[in-house]
């Protein structure tokens, strides 16, 4: 078990407390499918399509409710609970919540570290107790914690760098330049003004009578991948992803670097799923889930179910990447064991590393993702003796499966090479030696 010691103080990983999170969360949210414009209709279509379109039995389980879903200028003058707003939700939260529960799902709801939510809607800021406590009343299973809205007093001191293009910090090879306010050298930022007020939500959260998810949503900033784990179940790690591959590429990239805080019981978040929105190809679309679940990311669907295409719904559906991903013996996610287009540990927005490596043990083998980051088609070869998990295993030849068609390639010998689009990945489950 692990503990972190910091000034004399033992931190426990959150997840030992209220249990949940050993592995990463699977599920639907409103934000990246319908921003503001959601309601219990909305809601509840989602919720059923993922019982009906068979992601349920999957794993997927929890359907959170993003920004937007409260009246907008007021708390109860009374109580000063949230209200929700009764043109979206005219049966309240709880009601939706009930009816989620009772498909066999989990629900989840949002709110911010500050005055206000990003889409200036009340939040939880001087009011943790009171909302975890109408939380728990309405049978919500999960809160993502945002960061908006936070006034000067309660900001950080110091600026963190977080190497990312939607964050305003200028950067370059993943180190940050001109920062106005850095800390000092050795600066802890568990003392820092963010990081204390996603404590006080963590233990109002902890103080009521319903166990909750907590997926802390601070964009990477005061350095959360120092006390993320101790603090929250799962922890953004940049900024807003968006439907556009050079979005989904910079946070990869980004996250790459992350990938040894991930493991059993807490997981960087590098956003939720744009699979099925905007422009992306079909290549992008599978590009962007195998990177996440290979990389163990949390796999929060951001798309209106009831239109997703067979292609994207398949990709969603993967079944050896969901295994992979839901590996109850092995917590480490898969790890870049070569860059490829660039040289290895290159810090690089638009090529991220290309080849990655994890072992499974519910896939028995091997997951090898080979990613072609440029614009043009390209081969990648995935050589046995460059992988980790298969060098010195005595054998050169391996059993392999393609990922998206499930076809058995036989038994291969030294490598295996793979012609991809523009932004396509391969997926593989090297398996035994033949
Ligand atoms: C952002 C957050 C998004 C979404 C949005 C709502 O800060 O990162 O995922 O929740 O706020 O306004």
């Known amino acids: 078990m692990a503990n972190y010691l910091s000034t ?43 019982v009906d379109l068979g992601l349920k039995d999957l794993g997927y389980e929890y359907i959170n409710i993003d920004d ?10 009374t109580t000063q609970r949230m209200i929700p707003d009764p043109a979206k939700f005219p049966d309240g939260i709880a009601d939706v919540a009930s009816q989620i529960h009772d498909l066999g799902l989990k629900v989840g709801i949002y709110s911010s570290a500050g005055l206000t ?49 939607t964050t305003g910090t200028s950067f370059s090879n993943g180190t940050c330049e001109d920062i106005a306010s850095p800390a000092p050298e050795g600066y802890d930022w568990r003392n820092s003004k963010t990081a204390e007020r996603y404590r006080t939500m963590r233990d109002a959260l902890l ?67 744009e699979v099925g929105n905007g422009n992306l ?29 067979d292609d994207n719904l398949a990709v969603l559906k993967n079944k050896y990447l969901l295994d992979f991903h839901q590996d109850p013996l092995v917590g480490r996610p898969a790890y870049p064991y070569k860059w490829g287009y660039n040289k290895d540990w290159t810090f690089d927005p638009v090529h991220p590393a290309e080849y990655w490596s994890g072992p499974s043990s519910k896939l028995d083998g091997t997951l090898v993702v080979m990613l072609n980051s440029e ?17 010195g295993s005595g054998g050169d030849s391996f059993r392999v499966t393609d990922v998206w ?30």
Not at 124 to 142: K, R
Not at 421 to 431: F, K, T
């Open 405 to 434: 068609t499930g076809k058995d390639m036989g038994c291969v010998k030294q490598k295996h090479s793979v012609g991809l689009l523009s932004h396509d990945a391969a997926a593989l489950v090297v398996g035994k030696p033949c």
């Open 8 to 50: 004399g103080i033992v931190f426990t990983l959150l997840s030992q407390v209220n249990g949940l999170g050993r592995l990463p969360a699977l599920g639907w949210n409103s934000w990246n499918a319908f921003g503001c414009e959601i309601d219990a209709s909305k809601i509840m279509t989602a919720a059923n399509k993922v």
């Open 207 to 273: 103080s009521v009578n319903r166990t909750i998810f907590y997926s802390i949503c601070d964009w990477g900033q005061a350095n959360v991948n120092a006390w993320g784990n101790e603090t929250g179940n799962s922890w953004r790690m940049s900024g807003d992803i968006t439907a556009d591959w050079p979005r989904i590429a910079e946070i990869a990239n980004e996250n790459s670097f992350y990938m040894n805080s991930a493991d059993f019981w807490g997981y960087p978040d590098p956003d939720m799923l």
């Open 68 to 77: 937007c879903y409260s009246v907008k200028t007021n708390r109860d003058p």
């Open 281 to 309: 190809t079909a290549a992008e679309n599978r590009a962007h889930f195998a990177l996440w679940a290979v990389m163990k990311s949390p796999l929060i669907i951001g798309t209106a179910l009831d239109k997703i295409n």
């Open 375 to 391: 614009e043009g088609n390209s081969t990648r070869t995935a050589v046995w003796e460059e992988i980790p998990e298969l060098r």
């Open 117 to 165: 939510t990003c889409a200036g809607y009340p939040a939880s800021l001087g009011y943790e107790q009171v909302d975890a406590e109408t939380f728990a009343e309405w049978g919500i299973d999960y809160l993502k914690y945002d960061n908006c809205g936070v006034p000067s007093d309660q900001s950080d001191t110091y600026t963190y760098c977080v190497p990312d293009g």
